[in-house]
């Protein structure tokens, strides 16, 4: 009799007395197999963000507001396909084969890239960015769900996980510094061609893997995919790469097909809240709230990728702190950078205040998360309010920039999650949570849209007025809706807490109604 797969994994994670087992060691390889995959989609997805502005500026001849649109559609349409990388992932593939062909898809994606830099064609470039943008809601959610099964227990996972996520940074530091700086050296096509080869070497390293992998994925993993699975999911992948190539090309189509999205997940997820009973209705109803206050961060966040490197290209020079060497469309990496420094002390601090029973709800923390991006796009006002005539920002102006709005992100990126996953239905939990990445969607989209309004024509001279008017009333109106959206979180918490206790004192009523 054939043993199962998961027998053979049992058999080879047999040895536990010792210290260092070899079951251990198995687990660790697995680990660490994961976090390469890891390592290499930050470096190469990040390093080709941080060069597209640039190319599609100088190469494809983009304006400054298309570019803006493209680059900030380049951010937000994959965490919004995550929902359909989950259902694909759920129903067709499982995680594993989902993953590994992710990072094909990504290595397929960049090397469409180096074909479009060398021949200048659009339509190819364009291709190559909808193919990674579908990769990337692929990936989104199957990676979380195949990695924690490379861990023994809940336990480990859970001290793993902020390891892993700081791998991420490492990566999306390195890519966002070094690509700009290789883009000099080797070109856009050789950039792209690094991307590719690192994309590559994820897929070699799930190949290698892939009886590990699948023996300790779930069920869906072990066992081998119908034709009638496999012929769905290419026709579900042909038509959304589509979807995903004409809105690129026809940004003003896409950005309403990006609302329409969104807005048909949220109507989803509001009608099942009206069937639920009212404590959960209550519950769910926080949800919404707490993805409204998510989208309005991101709108910011997404100022990085948009305004802000744009604002970076044309006025940043020098060396940070005057030895650093830093190109301006790298500006984007002191945010990873100030993340991997944010997310250590954010943990500290609200583990101390729960420690000293001082519980801040997490509407509350959000609150705290835009007067630290009041205070960012404050410093960015004054910075270009203030520039002379040669119309130099320094780069330690950013710098102190990125510093208040990564702490910002880590607390809204870490919490929101919890939060949902804390009051959702467990039959919708997988749904409730895509809904965070819906908010990233549709802020970036909304983002994009509003940076455009700083964008300069063709040919036209950057000057000390432009900078000081444009910018500068741009980011001031920022930093005065960035304290106006304090009090609406403020406000939106003390809503949330009402709500929660409602939602408590019904399921009380409804316990003792039950038990009577």
Not at 178 to 183: E, Q, S, T, V
Not at 350 to 366: G, L, Y
Not at 447 to 475: C, H, L, P, R, W
Request: glycine share 8%.
């Amino acid at each position: 009799m054939k043993r199962t797969a998961k027998a053979a994994v049992a058999n080879d994670f047999s040895v536990v007395d010792q210290p260092f087992t070899r079951e251990r060691k198995m687990w660790n390889r697995l680990n660490k197999s994961m976090m390469f995959c890891q390592m290499m989609f930050g470096l190469s997805f990040y390093g080709v963000m941080v060069i597209l502005t640039r190319f599609f500026l100088e190469d494809l001849g983009y304006s400054e507001a298309d570019t803006m649109m493209v680059v900030g559609a380049f951010s937000a349409i994959g965490p919004l396909f995550a929902i359909a990388g989950g259902f694909i992932a759920d129903k067709f593939l499982g995680a594993y084969r989902s993953l590994t062909i992710a990072f094909f898809g990504f290595a397929s994606g960049y090397a469409l890239l180096v074909l479009g830099a060398t021949t200048k064609q659009v339509p190819i470039a364009l291709l190559g960015i909808a193919l990674a943008s579908y990769s990337r809601g692929l990936m989104s959610p199957s990676y979380p769900s195949l990695y924690k099964r490379t861990f023994k227990s809940q336990e480990d996972f859970e001290n793993g996980y902020p390891v892993n996520y700081s791998v991420n940074n490492v990566g999306a530091f390195l890519g966002q510094y070094l690509f700009p700086l290789l883009a000099l050296a080797v070109g856009f096509n050789g950039s792209f061609a690094l991307s590719a080869s690192l994309a590559a070497a994820a897929v070699v390293m799930m190949v290698i893997n892939c009886k590990r992998l699948q023996a300790v994925g779930a069920d869906i993993d072990q066992a081998p995919v119908s034709s009638k699975n496999w012929a769905l999911f290419g026709i579900t992948s042909a038509a959304m790469i589509a979807l995903v190539f004409f809105m690129f090309s026809n940004m003003d189509v896409g950005q309403n097909i990006v609302y329409a999205i969104g807005a048909g997940a949220l109507v989803y997820f509001a009608s099942i809240m009206m069937k639920s009973a009212k404590a959960q209705a209550l519950k769910m109803g926080t949800v919404l709230i707490m993805v409204f206050l998510t989208t309005a961060f991101f709108v910011y966040y997404g100022q990085m990728m948009t305004s802000m490197n744009m604002v970076a290209i044309n006025t940043m020079r020098g060396d940070l702190f005057g030895f650093i060497p830093f190109e301006p469309e790298a500006a984007m990496a002191m945010n990873p950078l100030w993340c991997m420094v944010a997310g250590p002390i954010i943990a500290w601090f609200f583990a101390s205040m729960d420690k000293k029973n001082i519980h801040i709800p997490t509407a509350t923390r959000v609150a705290g998360s835009f007067i630290l991006t009041a205070v960012a796009f404050g410093i960015l006002t004054f910075a270009v309010q203030t520039v002379g005539t040669d119309v130099v920002v320094r780069p330690e102006w950013f710098f102190a920039c990125h510093a208040f709005l990564a702490f910002a992100e880590v607390i809204v990126g870490s919490m929101v999650v919890a939060f949902i996953l804390s009051v959702a239905p467990k039959n919708i939990e997988n749904f409730s949570v895509s809904l965070f990445s819906v908010a990233i969607a549709l802020s970036g989209i909304v983002g994009a849209a509003i940076s455009t309004s700083v964008a300069m024509e063709k040919g036209q001279e950057i000057t000390q007025a432009f900078v000081q008017n444009t910018y500068g009333d741009f980011y001031q109106m920022l930093t005065i809706a960035a304290v106006g959206m304090v009090v609406i979180a403020l406000l939106a918490s003390r809503i949330i807490t009402k709500m929660l206790d409602a939602a408590k004192a019904e399921d009380e009523v409804t316990g003792t109604v039950t038990n009577a």
